[in-house]
């Protein structure tokens, strides 16, 4: 059950909402009555059908005497005028400058009085049947189909479903409108021979003539689940509900492919439906709330109040949505077989607020309530319902006639529209009455104004409402006295919630809307320094505490707080039970690890905006760090060469260095700089191994490129040592305790003192054409470092290039030499026999750069013989599979490796080769003479790509003899429906949105099922500048897939680990994206970002009931990121039930 939060004041947004209301009485929307509910659309009398007519040929537009089959059609004219005006649909209110939205035309704009001269009207048959032939010969296609992805007409979004509607179109109409409790089938059947017929109805108001591509809203556009292939039929069936007297419009269109002038056989049938077979069935995702949907209208309060009856209502045909949406688990559907009576708010709710549905039954009557919110331009009802993050109040356990039900919906960032539904139990069925109460209240707290910002916007120093604490240096305490009396009342607390200050949940704001007095210690305590804040309120006082730390260059004041190092705040939390602590302390804690100062920030506040008074001590401890280990050693000195007490090490070029020393000749050393982020050296608790005296030591030179420095210090027996040293760019010569952003290794004892044993680092340069400095120290321990000798050698190792002839040559320019074998496809293979003899070697320098990645520098020795390149002429097509070997002749040793280029980087050829996908195939272990090597190339995108392979054979081996073959396959595009994907300004319905977990080790939880998903074409996340998952992990991620996003933004240096544990059965894959707060990615359209992936291993197989787990990190230290991941099931293995656990926590 659902209780009230105390205290939230509803703010000046309610004057928008008295304004919606009063515009919705002035266009006759709330016309229902004092209750406020829409009325029931009363039943009309139907203008008489003719009955069927005489078997007719095919007809067309301005042929007024041709009939057709099963019915009386009369193209351009109405046989029965246009009917009856239908009771009028209020639709949702028009939306606001500030509340994005859907609208739907004024009710008194009543459209055409009558369908277009080009239709043709069909009559039901005395049996509820119309049929009707026509042809696309002659038929003009629409001008435009953009009309059926407008939000009022919601036939499609996808614009790849256009085609299908491109060519010849006919409109055909039933010429009375459909009575209400009817289900309606539609069917079209191609009657050429290749022909196609693809299908679309739109429901409409009876007084509604609105036809396309003019047409500016339907109730709902019902298509078939698939479409048309030639010579097969497509149908849709649909019903309407109490109240909802229909005006059909149906579309039929060629695609134009096969048979675009063929003909086709359309028919109608209608169905009166009653008894039991009254029941809410499925219905496309509409335009806009049905009729059978009752709108609520609240006041300039925020309430809204009715009566209701079960009998209002109807079952719903299925329950199944109860389980899938998370309404309630299968055993509790029993408490949902009853009628279902529908409501949904006519206006969203805005962000920041709180809107509370309670339901009282009649004391003999039994309900359950449930509902969702979903997007502004999503209007789901069940028992469709594509929606998750369902909320429910039910009888459990056992019925409990007379009891009320509750439940509420938050809006914090974005406005939401609001469905929720009464339902009787199998008990009560559909009898019984009820009172529903609506209460929306604001969580925004923002009058502010531009000048109450400006006043604290860029402050240099505390400003004089802040009242300074000064710590005692004795007692290590500052004491200050407060009165509420002299605080102040906030325009707004939104800042407490924000993600990047993060000091209280918006909910909990009525804890610190009374008046607020702030402090700041001043000076900042030192670096290092843990504060502790305790408020002791006067006797019968009530007060919350709360608190920031941020840069000691900073001075941030409510209400411009964009951002603080952390927030902490402490007030009431017994809640239900103990809601208020008047007398009792409030107290926050600060600790800092770090060797930085901060500046410390300090707000007092009443609560629940009636603590406007009263006195209270705050007291601060800071508990200082110890002192800094060696402080006559600091803080250094920047150098621009070495310096006198650095020896330097004469080393040749490839050779060996060797040296001695004692620590008796050292001195101490401040470590603060070994633990920082830039340097990580060593951390702050390894730092006893590095106490005693220091030797510093550095080459006499930088390390050339393409070279390796080992570097050895061992002790005498008995002797404890350490070594650490950093790699410098040529022109840096840094030395402790002055060290900053640089590379550092270090050796030390892990399990403890290690006396007489080496330490050993190890400095490399890959590079072609860099020079780095070398520089290392040798350190005593705490406990006996100040004497004792030791012996150090220097050994540095410079490669040999390869082939260096080959790095003279030219790269290619647009054709690739004459040199490179030219293999053309014929029905996708070829075949062929070559000798590495006609080759040459090749520098190997780009096959273990990490943008080509061929094979590691460890394995040059498989490739430094001959190469032989061979070159596809023809592109490899999208979707498609490239299998090349390689077979050596006469037990010869030949390896093999190629690439696969897009047409901005080809051609290529190495080794001048740059961000190439590249694969190779060779002996692992020993040399492997006579295998046969394979490689293969995948490309389950829409681009084309190149390919250039080389067969090589490895060290000495300049002339071998070998078969080739290359063979391809080509598939269709997976889930080509998802493509061209979409853009979004926010988080779509698709995505669902679960809360960034508030504090380090916090976790929010989901379930779901993975049968709810959808497919996704997956070429985005092969891309390199995605890199999510290897297109030959596709198998794991191609079937359907879940979308979910944080509600909120990570801050800065945050990062969440997100887990997903599938059903014992089942195997599922899990992806995510962090990207920039502004952007809202959802797959397949994804930009360059960065991209983490876990599925099961492809050595070991699917792993059923397995955890996947993955980590995103927010590395930026001043911007916020959103956060979106996946879950995916795949034709790789089996999902089992589909049922999983989502975990998303907060690690930072």
């Known amino acids: 059950m659902f209780v009230p939060i105390r205290g939230l004041r509803r703010s000046s947004f309610l004057c928008a909402l008295c304004s919606l209301a009063l515009s919705f009485a002035a266009t006759g929307c709330d016309g229902a009555g004092d209750d406020g509910l829409s009325p029931e659309s009363a039943s009309s009398t139907s203008p008489s059908s003719e009955p069927g007519g005489t078997s007719g040929g095919s007809a067309s537009p301005g042929s007024g005497d041709e009939t057709t089959r099963g019915s009386s059609v009369t193209p351009g004219t109405s046989q029965v005028g246009p009917t009856e005006p239908g009771p009028t649909e209020p639709g949702p209110t028009e939306p606001g400058p500030t509340e994005p939205g859907p609208t739907e035309p004024s009710v008194t704009d009543p459209g055409p009085s009558d369908w277009p001269a080009d ?21 003009a296609p629409l001008p435009s189909v953009e009309w059926a992805r407008e939000p009022a007409v919601a036939c499609w979004s996808n614009p790849n479903t256009d085609e299908f509607y491109s060519a010849g179109h006919v409109g055909v109409v039933l010429d009375a409108p459909v009575d209400e409790w009817s289900e309606i089938t539609v069917t079209v059947t191609p009657t050429t021979s290749g022909g196609e017929a693809n299908l679309y109805v739109l429901q409409l108001e009876a007084d509604r003539f609105d036809a396309p591509p003019t047409i500016a809203r339907a109730r709902y556009c019902h298509q078939p689940v698939t479409f048309g292939s030639p010579n097969e039929a497509s149908s849709v069936t649909f019903r309407t509900y109490a109240g909802q007297q229909r005006n059909l419009y149906i579309g039929v269109s060629s695609r134009g492919r096969f048979q675009p002038d063929g003909d086709f056989r359309l028919d109608v049938e209608v169905t009166p439906l009653a008894g039991e077979e009254r029941c809410y069935d499925e219905l496309p995702a509409p335009a806009g709330w049905g009729d059978h949907v009752r709108r609520v209208a609240l006041g300039a309060d925020g309430t809204w109040s009715a009566t209701g009856r079960l009998e209002d209502g109807a079952p719903a045909c299925a329950l199944e949505f109860l389980n899938r949406a998370f309404c309630a688990p299968t055993t509790q559907v029993d408490n949902f077989a009853g009628h279902h009576v529908f409501h949904a708010l006519d206006a969203p709710i805005p962000a920041n ?64 529209n609001i469905f929720f539904a009464v339902a009787g139990d199998d008990v009560q069925g559909g009898e019984g009455g009820y009172t529903v109460t609506v209460e929306l209240v604001s969580t925004s707290t923002d009058d502010c104004t531009p000048e109450d910002y400006a006043a604290v916007s860029n402050l240099t120093d505390w400003p004089s409402n802040v009242a300074r604490i000064a710590v005692d240096p004795d007692t290590n305490v500052g004491i200050a006295r407060g009165d509420l009396t002299e605080g102040e009342l906030q325009c707004t607390l939104d800042w407490a919630a924000r993600s990047s200050v993060a000091c209280f949940p918006i909910v909990q704001r009525e804890y610190f809307d009374g008046r607020h007095q702030f402090f700041a210690l001043d000076p900042p305590p030192p670096a290092g320094s843990n504060v502790t804040v305790t408020v002791f309120p006067d006797e019968d006082v009530d007060v919350s505490l709360y608190g920031w730390r941020t840069g000691v260059d900073r001075f941030l004041v409510p209400p411009f707080v964009p951002s603080v190092v952390n927030c902490e705040a402490s007030y009431p939390r017994a809640a239900l039970t103990r809601p208020t602590n008047p007398g009792e302390p409030e107290q926050i804690r600060f600790l800092n690890p770090t060797s930085n100062a901060y500046g410390y920030f300090i707000g007092v506040a009443g609560i629940a905006g009636e603590i406007l008074q009263g006195g209270y001590t705050v007291e601060v401890q800071v508990e200082l760090p110890p002192p800094p280990h060696c402080p006559e050693s600091l803080p250094g000195s920047n150098y621009g060469t070495w310096p006198g007490f650095v020896q330097l090490v004469d080393l040749p070029e490839g050779g060996v260095a060797t040296g001695s020393g004692d620590l008796a000749d050292g001195r101490c050393m401040n470590l603060d700089f070994a633990s ?42 008995g002797v404890v040592v350490s070594t650490y040293g950093f790699q410098l760019g040529s022109t840096e010569f840094r030395v402790p305790p002055n060290v900053a952003n640089t590379l550092c290794r270090a050796s030390y004892g892990l399990a403890g003192p290690n006396p007489g044993e080496s330490e050993v680092l190890r400095f490399q340069n890959p590079t072609d054409t860099n020079l780095y400095n070398i520089f290392f120290a040798v350190a005593g321990d705490a406990a006996t470092g100040t004497s004792g000798g030791f012996t150090w050698e220097v050994r540095e190792t410079v490669a040999v290039t390869h082939c260096p002839e080959s790095l003279d040559a030219d790269p290619v320019d647009d054709t690739l030499p004459e040199s490179v074998e030219r293999i053309t496809l014929i029905d996708g293979q070829a075949q062929g026999s070559a000798s590495l003899g006609d080759g040459s ?33 023809d592109p490899v097509p999208p979707n498609s599979v490239v299998d090349i070997e390689v077979r050596p002749r006469d037990g010869a040793d030949v390896n093999l490796y190629g690439f696969l280029m897009g047409d901005a980087r080809w051609p290529q050829l190495p080794p001048f080769v740059s961000n190439a996908n590249c694969e190779a195939s060779y002996g692992f272990g020993p040399p492997n003479p006579g295998e046969v090597s394979r490689i293969q190339f995948r490309n389950p995108s829409a681009n084309t790509f190149r390919v250039l392979f080389a067969a090589a054979g490895p060290a000495g081996v300049t002339d071998a003899a070998f078969d080739y073959a290359v063979r391809m396959e080509t598939a269709d595009a997976h889930c080509p429906e998802s493509l061209p994907g979409e853009t979004f300004s926010a988080w779509p319905s698709e995505v669902t949105t679960l809360a960034l977990p508030s504090a380090p080790g916090a976790v929010t939880t989901a379930s779901a099922n993975i049968n709810d998903g959808a497919c996704v074409n997956l070429d985005f996340a092969s891309r390199s500048d995605v890199a999510c998952f290897p297109a030959t992990w596709n198998g794991y991620f191609d079937g359907d897939q879940l979308f979910y996003a944080l509600a909120d933004p990570l801050p800065p240096r945050a990062s969440v680990a997100i887990r997903l544990t599938p059903e014992a059965t089942g195997t599922l894959a899990l992806y995510g994206m962090r990207m920039p707060e502004e952007s809202f990615i959802v797959p397949p359209r994804v930009p360059p970002v960065p991209c983490e992936a876990s599925s099961p291993s492809l050595f070991e197989g699917p792993n059923p009931g397995e955890t996947e787990e993955i980590v995103l990190m927010n590395p930026s230290f001043s911007q916020s990121a959103n956060v979106f991941f996946a879950v995916a099931g795949g034709t790789a293995a089996s999902v089992g039930s589909g049922a999983f656990t989502l975990e998303v926590e907060r690690l930072d």
């Open 676 to 717: 920082r982020s830039d340097v990580a050296c060593f951390p702050a608790t390894r730092n006893d191994h590095f106490e005693g005296n220091h030797l510093f030591y550095a080459l006499d030179r930088p390390i050339p490129p393409r070279s390796e420095v080992v570097i050895t210090v061992t002790p005498e027996p």
């Open 841 to 873: 070697c090749v520098n190997l320098d780009f096959a273990s750069r990490s943008d080509v990645a061929c094979f590691p520098a460890t394995r040059n020795d498989r490739f430094e013989g001959h190469h032989l390149f061979f070159e596809l002429t």
């Open 353 to 416: 607020s709180v809107l509370t549905v309670t339901v009282t039954p009649d004391p003999d009557v039994a309900i359950s309530l449930y509902g969702a919110r979903q997007g502004t331009t999503s209007f789901e009802i069940p028992p469709r319902f594509a929606l998750q993050g369902c909320e429910s109040s039910l009888q459990h356990p056992g019925r409990a006639p007379g009891r009320s039900e509750s439940i509420s919906f938050v809006a914090t960032t974005n406005p939401y």
């Open 119 to 139: 239709v043709f009207r069909i009559s039901l048959d005395e049996n509820g049947r119309a049929s009707f032939e026509g042809t696309f010969s002659g038929a």
